[in-house]
């Protein structure tokens, strides 16, 4: 037994579990990139438990990761030798406050419970993302984007206030008026400042039913003309669209024959209703350019949110949610998207989209305050993904791909959403938080000096020691 297991356990009212006591699930995350072994799981219950937590790593010289789902890719939600906090034992939802449209959740609660506890008062989350298997602690961390961030920004943006731990094992209670560094610290901040414990999130009441067109675009740019008409027209609750190939045959392509394919564009606005209240659709599509109008879908908003579900279950028969999944996903500025993509999409194998898609999302940069989820300026942009599902044997021959998107993408001015495959060096690390980094930086130094929170991720490399201390210099 290690000789650090009862002291350890003996602080907290959660489980501490060991090496030979936990399993395979707790050395990797969804991406299958990484694999390290914790010296300790930890299953805290309460704030006081993470609290204590951290205090103990401080006194015994370990490091501390934070895990959601663990639906992160690369070094994110692992650790080496660490204790490996396991958040999704925190997962209580407290009371609804009605007049504030507001609910208090404890970090580890996983969005579709709360979406579920929610529905009984036609209430619902302002933005959710496609997945809704993660927890409100680690979409936060990250950013948190979907189908209505266009609106509402991030899920970052709709967290009213939280309740976290710090690196120096403080708890402290911060928002946009209390402890504000700390508070944007914490929102895209990857848990390198502090643990969320709690946080009261943002609601809004939803309408019962949604409807949802199916169009297809066949023009990146007549579907870029239509999204921005629609992210400013006002008449839209969200807009989601893919890009999806149609296979043509074999061609030449860089010095080899491969398939190659025609690319569309599935985009499917949706606008939410109440029963009697149908919306017109002859007034919803008017003027919009598709190449094709499908179908329409009408279906209740709970099941509008869980729409992916069926996608996932089928990547789960298939056996491709084990593969490894290096995902390369970018935000893009509204000027270069189209060269981008069309640069991007004539020669990717449609093949590696077995088991993932290809993501592209029409979005505002000006409805986010986040600090530290980098985005390009102005006031549109595109997020682009490419999602694949890759069996271990064919990595070396997809890397190259994902690295060049990604440097290309980035060159064109984008910027990596950091959930995803990265493997940015500490110059990189850098060039992603630009003028930001120095707060980045900053925020460590105060809020986790001894760098136990979640390391092996951002390189930070000299930079701890030689910026100058203090979250707002
Ligand atoms: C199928 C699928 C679909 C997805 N769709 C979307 C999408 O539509 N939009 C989108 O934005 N993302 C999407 N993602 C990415 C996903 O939302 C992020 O990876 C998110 O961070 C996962 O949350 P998690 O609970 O699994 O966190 P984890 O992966 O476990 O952790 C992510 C990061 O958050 C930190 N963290 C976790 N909990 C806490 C906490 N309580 N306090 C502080 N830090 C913490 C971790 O240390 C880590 O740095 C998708 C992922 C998958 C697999």
């Known amino acids: 037994m290690d000789r650090l297991f009862s002291p350890l356990q003996e602080r907290i009212d959660g489980v501490v579990f060991t090496r030979d006591q936990f399993g395979e699930e707790h050395l990797t995350n969804y991406g299958r990139i990484h694999y390290w072994k914790p010296r300790f799981v930890v299953k805290p ?90 927890t409100i602690g680690g979409t936060v961390s990250m950013a948190g984007i979907g189908v209505a961030s266009f609106k509402y920004g991030s899920q970052g943006d709709n967290v009213h206030d939280m309740e976290v731990v710090t690196g120096n094992g403080d708890i402290v209670h911060c928002s946009r008026d209390e402890n504000p560094e700390l508070f944007w610290s914490v929102v895209a901040g990857l848990g390198q400042s502090a643990i969320l414990c709690k946080a009261n999130m943002i609601l809004r009441k939803n309408k019962k039913m949604c409807r949802n067109y199916y169009l297809l675009y066949d023009d990146i740019g007549k579907f870029m003309t239509d999204s921005e008409k629609m992210m400013d027209d006002g008449k839209w609750d969200y807009l989601e669209s893919w890009a999806s190939p149609c296979p043509q045959g074999i061609k030449p392509i860089n010095g080899e024959r491969r398939v190659f394919a025609k690319w ?51 990547w789960k028969k298939a056996g491709t949610w084990d593969y490894m999944h290096p995902w390369m996903e970018l935000v893009m500025p509204w000027d270069t998207a189209a060269d981008y993509i069309n640069q991007i999409l004539p020669d990717l194998p449609p093949g590696l989209l077995i088991g993932g898609h290809i993501l592209l999302w029409p979005a505002k940069g000006t409805v986010s305050d986040s600090k530290f989820f980098m985005r390009p300026e102005g006031d549109n942009l595109i997020g682009f993904g490419i999602l694949p599902a890759v069996p271990q044997r064919y990595w070396d021959q997809v890397r190259p791909i994902l690295d060049n998107g990604s440097l290309l993408g980035q060159a064109m001015g984008g910027k990596r959403y950091l959930s995803g495959y990265i493997n940015f060096t500490e110059e990189e690390w850098r060039m992603h938080f630009g003028d930001r980094w120095p707060e980045l930086v900053a925020a460590k130094k105060k809020y986790d000096p001894e760098c136990l929170l979640n390391p092996g991720f951002i390189k930070y490399g000299d930079a701890l020691k030689t910026e100058p201390a203090g979250a707002n210099s």
């Open 45 to 134: 219950l309460t704030t006081q438990d993470v609290a204590e937590t951290v205090r103990f790593a401080k006194e015994h010289g370990l490091f501390v990761s934070t895990r959601g789902s663990a639906h992160s890719q690369s070094e994110l939600g692992i650790s080496k030798d660490g204790i490996l906090l396991d958040m999704k034992s925190m997962d209580r939802i407290y009371e609804v406050d009605h007049g504030e449209n507001l609910v208090e959740v404890q970090g580890g609660v996983v969005w579709r419970d709360l979406v579920q506890h929610l529905k009984r008062w036609d209430l619902s989350p302002r933005v959710l993302t496609n997945n809704l298997g993660v």
């Open 264 to 314: 569309f564009y599935p985009f499917h606005p949706t606008v939410e209703f109440d029963p009697g209240e149908e919306p017109n659709d002859k007034e919803m599509l008017e003027g919009l350019d598709f190449y094709d109008y499908l179908y329409t879908d009408d279906l209740p908003t709970i099941d509008f949110h869980e729409r992916m579900v069926p996608v996932f279950e089928l």
